[in-house]
């Protein structure tokens, strides 16, 4: 079996706890990992005067590949988003995180399994801030035809190679005509060359949120630029039971970075209850992605059996009496069984 060296960034806040429960159940199920334990964020921040170190940077590139927990950025003041260099230096253009129902977690909104595919590099997120005069700020939002592209192509290939039917781009083109209207004729245009293998449609963003909320078995892979992808893919989680349960990747030419969709939580760091399930199946599509599609099985079936079976191992988010370890625990015990079982999906 191959080896492989993988950057291991813990984060800050819950990060730790769910970074190291990802940990363990991805050496259970069997890929042969060589960790690279690294550091980003506040802790790097604070050793090294730099939140995203370029050491760091340059492992990762080394490597291809990093597993991610979360980290704090301060908000309306200090350093920049570690999170958002991050992607941009690596060019890490698409962030892809799917929200699929959980067996067991009893929702409101019905059977939801959609795909927010996010363009990852420029929208406000450019962080081109300016306070033109005392009071009055502009904050310029980019988009671009390459990046537009890039991820409308991005969506429509990972359509086909997940089997899945239709791309709806969001935007806001009606009020933002030249920005979004960009991002928007794009996708169009790049729909042409599938249109025989993946239905193409649009949505606004604000009908798409009551939309979601109504019924959101009626999306399938949501194509958005950066800032309404990540509001949106928040929104989606809850749909499903909360953040604790929503996976992503971040995919560039050269580099992956697995990673959840959730934040370090300081509510709830250090007290031993996150949720590690939303890192445990990041950690799963990074099985994929490095090869291993068994432990992709296997890590996302160990998921759904405790979930469906065992609800009192669940953390408090999903009204279980466990810890982010005893459920990392269960999660363990059910891959190593599943190991000794030949697999299906
Ligand atoms: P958050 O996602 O950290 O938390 C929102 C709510 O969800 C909180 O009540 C939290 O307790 C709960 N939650 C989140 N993950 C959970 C888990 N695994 N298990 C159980 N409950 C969970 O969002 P926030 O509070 O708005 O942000 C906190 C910090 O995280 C900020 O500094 C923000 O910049 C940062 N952040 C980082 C990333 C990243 O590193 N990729 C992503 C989002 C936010």
Redesign the pocket.
């Known amino acids: 079996m191959s080896r492989h060296r993988v950057v291991l960034l813990p984060?800050d806040?819950?990060?730790p706890e769910?970074t190291e429960a990802a940990r363990r159940v991805v050496e259970a199920s069997g890929p042969a990992i060589d960790w690279v334990p690294m550091e980003i964020?506040i802790i790097a921040f604070e050793k090294y005067g730099d939140a995203l170190p370029p050491h760091v940077v340059d492992e990762i590139r080394a490597c291809g590949v990093a597993l991610?927990?979360?980290?704090?950025?301060?908000?309306g003041k200090g350093h920049v988003?570690?999170?958002v260099r991050l992607r941009k230096e690596l060019l890490l253009y698409a962030n892809v995180r799917p929200v699929k129902t959980v067996p067991g977690l009893e929702t409101p909104y019905g059977h939801t399994d959609l795909v927010v595919v996010r363009e990852n590099t420029e929208s406000l997120y450019a962080g081109l801030e300016n306070e033109v005069a005392p009071g009055v700020v502009t904050s310029i939002k980019v988009i671009t035809e390459t990046a537009s592209r890039r991820i409308a192509h991005f969506a429509f290939e990972y359509a086909l190679r997940w089997g899945r039917h239709r791309v709806t781009a969001v935007h806001k083109a009606n009020i933002m005509k030249k920005a979004d209207g960009l991002f928007l004729r794009c996708a169009q245009e790049e729909s042409v060359a599938y249109q025989e293998r993946v239905r193409f449609d649009d949505v606004l963003v604000d009908a798409l949120t009551m939309k979601l909320v109504t019924n959101p078995s009626q999306f399938d892979v949501l194509l958005l630029e950066n800032l309404y992808g990540d509001i949106v893919s928040?929104l989606a989680a809850g749909l499903i039971g909360?953040?604790?349960l929503a996976p992503g990747a971040n995919y560039g030419p050269d580099c992956a970075v697995f990673?959840?969709?959730?934040?370090?939580?300081?509510?709830?760091a250090g007290k031993g209850?996150?949720?590690?399930?939303?890192?445990i199946l990041s950690a799963a599509m990074m099985c994929h992605h490095l090869g291993d599609t068994e432990s992709y099985v296997r890590i996302r079936k160990s998921v759904r059996t405790i979930t469906r079976s065992h609800p009192e191992l669940l953390?408090?988010?999903l009204k279980g009496k466990g810890t982010t370890r005893s459920l990392a625990d269960a999660i363990v015990k059910e891959v190593e069984r599943r190991r000794r079982e030949p697999v299906h999906d």
């Not at 991610?68 to 908000?75: D, N, V």
């Not at 990673?259 to 709830?268: K, L, N, R, V």
């Open positions: 984060g806040g819950i990060g769910v964020g991610k927990g979360p980290t704090t950025t301060p908000i988003s570690a999170n928040d909360g953040l604790g990673e959840a969709i959730h934040g370090s939580a300081p509510d709830i209850i996150a949720n590690p399930i939303a890192v953390t408090p988010d």
